[in-house]
């Protein structure tokens, strides 16, 4: 999934649930925070890596057992990496969700593009379409919610 679905998925889950919205969102970018720079400069070959480990759960099981904000920081991370397995799968490249062990195994053929062909190549993919159902989905409950007068959650 595109990084904005990221944040706008972990921004409907602290609505959702008695989680901050604030750590969701920071443990739903922490792994492109982390792994797209390391790509960027060479450090690592995929865009997948690092952050998206799920072997970083030794990592995130004690940072969630920490209190709220630490639980909500691990449940983020672990929504950013469902949604990108998701992701994988659903464009027909399942194999290629062997990131979440990674460095233990990699990608044989990773979907390695630049940014102008990856666009290319989503627009139109099914994950496109779901992502972009997402987002009508909830545009229209911000609508529906706007006319019958309800107003935001505060915390």
């Not at 060479?42 to 940072?63: E, R, T």
């Not at 195994?105 to 992502?131: D, H, K, M, N, Q």
Request: glycine letters at 8%; hydrophobic letters at 55%.
């Amino acid at each position: 999934m595109l990084f904005p679905t990221h944040l706008l998925a972990a921004a409907v889950g602290g609505r959702v649930s008695r989680l901050s919205p604030l750590w969701l969102v920071v443990g739903t970018a922490l792994p492109d925070v982390v792994d797209k720079p390391l790509a960027m400069v060479g450090l690592v070959d995929l865009y997948h890596s690092v952050g998206h480990s799920a072997l970083l759960a030794v990592v995130a099981i004690p940072v969630a057992l920490a209190g709220r904000a630490g639980l909500a920081l691990a449940v983020g991370w672990a929504l950013h990496l469902l949604l990108d397995a998701v992701h994988v799968v659903l464009n027909g490249r399942p194999a290629d969700a062997v990131f979440l062990v990674w460095p233990l195994a990699v990608p044989t053929e990773p979907l390695a593009l630049p940014p102008r062909s990856f666009i290319a190549y989503y627009l139109g993919s099914p994950s496109f379409y779901l992502e972009a159902a997402f987002w009508l989905a909830v545009a229209g409950a911000v609508l529906v919610g706007r006319q019958s007068g309800k107003s935001p959650r505060r915390e």
